[in-house]
């Protein structure tokens, strides 16, 4: 099956990456993600250490396969990058600014640096920091994001990396997506709103079937956000989420001095602590309108990569 150079690089089959999802768990998904040849990921916003640890061990007893633990500067938890350092996963992979002292960090200890960008100026500054990998994140995101879109930050980026792989995020769902990241000469895609409507990923079902009902046009920038989210622990550091509407995303959007920070931000925690918070901002990209089923997340990475096959030998319409 289609393999590129990043895939010997990260020790994994297929070049599909299954995104990080801050603070919900998801050793499930990036356990049946890992078996299927792909690259799981997990995230670490919002639990304590205790809690990370087991996630690590869990995954570790579930898979023998390599996979990614994310950090992002939403805040940064010093604790807990610490901690990864010292688990020593096969990938750390980061998020909202490029930590030049902490991708030192890794590779003292012998860990690959995946490093997520959303415009030209952060993938010049990760490329000279040393990241292993740049995900070129078009702002069709789900999750935190930029502005720029996909097909033409790839591109850019692919032309600024030289030998560095690049893989393409942002509105990528199907092997049509993969095709087209390839083309624009990324190594594979790191998919997030696709692996969230999965069968193994631990989310509410509402959240689930709402991603599938979804248009693109549903999935909406939360300005405002800031009012209730962690604040940026580094400089440099951007994005602004892209979610499905609700009432509570609306008002954010259109009206948000009629929240109530000190109110709002601990209930939206509380909620995320629970395992939910998607009945108030529930992350989803543009790519939620190529999301028809819920479907095994194995099944998913060998579909997107037979289909692209397919598209790419001309056998697909
Ligand atoms: C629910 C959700 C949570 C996310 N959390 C993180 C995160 O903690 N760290 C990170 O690097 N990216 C995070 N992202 C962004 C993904 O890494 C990825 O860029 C994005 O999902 C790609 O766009 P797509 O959703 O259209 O596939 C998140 C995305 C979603 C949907």
């Given at each position: 099956m289609?393999r590129?150079?990043v895939?010997?690089?990260?020790g994994?089959?297929?070049?599909?990456?299954?995104?990080p999802?801050?603070?919900?768990?998801e050793?499930?998904?990036?356990?049946?993600v890992?078996e299927a040849?792909?690259?799981?990921?997990?995230g670490?916003?919002a639990r304590?250490?205790a809690?990370?640890?087991?996630?690590?061990?869990?995954?570790r007893?579930l898979?023998?396969?390599p996979?990614?633990?994310?950090?992002?500067?939403?805040?940064?938890?010093?604790?807990?990058?610490?901690?990864?350092i010292e688990?020593?996963?096969r990938?750390?992979?980061f998020?909202?600014?490029?930590p030049?002292?902490?991708?030192?960090?890794?590779?003292d200890a012998?860990?690959l640096w995946?490093q997520?960008?959303?415009?030209?100026?952060?993938?010049?500054e990760?490329l000279?920091a040393g990241?292993?990998?740049?995900?070129?994140?078009?702002?069709?995101a789900g999750?935190h994001?930029?502005e720029?879109?996909?097909?033409?930050?790839?591109?850019?980026?692919?032309?600024?990396?030289?030998?560095?792989?690049?893989?393409a995020?942002?509105?990528?769902?199907?092997?049509?997506?993969?095709?087209?990241a390839?083309?624009?000469g990324?190594?594979?895609?790191?998919?997030?709103t696709?692996?969230?409507?999965?069968?193994?990923?631990?989310?509410?079902?509402?959240?689930?079937?709402?991603?599938?009902?979804?248009?693109?046009?549903?999935?909406?920038?939360?300005?405002?956000?800031e009012?209730?989210?962690p604040?940026?622990?580094?400089p440099?550091s951007f994005?602004v989420?892209r979610?499905l509407?609700?009432?509570?995303?609306?008002?954010?959007r259109?009206?948000?001095?009629?929240i109530?920070?000190g109110?709002?931000?601990?209930?939206?925690?509380?909620a995320?602590?629970?395992g939910?918070g998607?009945?108030?901002?529930p992350?989803?990209?543009?790519?939620?309108a190529?999301?028809h089923?819920?479907?095994?997340?194995?099944?998913?990475?060998r579909?997107?990569v037979?289909?692209?096959e397919?598209?790419?030998?001309?056998?697909?319409?």
């Open positions: 289609l590129t150079p895939c010997e690089l990260l994994i089959e297929l070049p599909v990456v299954c995104a999802f801050g603070p919900w768990n050793v499930p998904l990036a356990v049946a890992c040849g792909g690259l799981g990921s997990l670490t916003a304590d250490l809690r990370l640890r087991d996630e690590w061990a869990e995954m007893r898979t023998s396969r996979f990614a633990v994310n950090h992002t500067t939403r805040p940064l938890d010093e604790d807990a990058f610490q901690a990864t688990d020593r996963p990938v750390i992979s998020h909202l600014a490029v030049r002292d902490l991708i030192s960090r890794a590779h012998g860990i995946i997520q960008v959303m415009d030209a100026r952060q993938a010049a990760a000279d990241a292993d990998v740049l995900i070129a994140q078009g702002g069709e999750g994001g930029g720029v879109s996909t097909l033409v930050l790839v591109p850019q980026v692919v032309d600024m990396a030289g030998d560095t792989p690049v893989l995020a942002g509105g990528i769902a199907d092997g049509r997506g993969l095709a087209a390839l083309v624009l990324a190594q594979g895609v790191s998919m997030g696709r692996f969230l409507a999965s069968q193994e990923m631990p989310a509410s079902d509402e959240w689930k079937e709402r991603i599938v009902a979804a248009d693109a046009v549903d999935a909406v920038k939360v300005a405002g956000s009012r209730i989210l604040p940026y622990s580094r440099g994005g989420p979610a509407r609700t009432p509570f995303v609306d008002t954010l259109e009206k948000p001095e009629d109530d920070p109110e709002a931000g601990p209930r939206l925690m509380r995320i602590h629970a939910r998607d009945e108030f901002m992350f989803a990209g543009q790519s939620a190529l999301v089923d819920i479907r095994p997340a194995g099944e998913i990475v579909g997107v037979r289909e692209a397919a598209v790419l030998a001309g056998q697909h319409r």
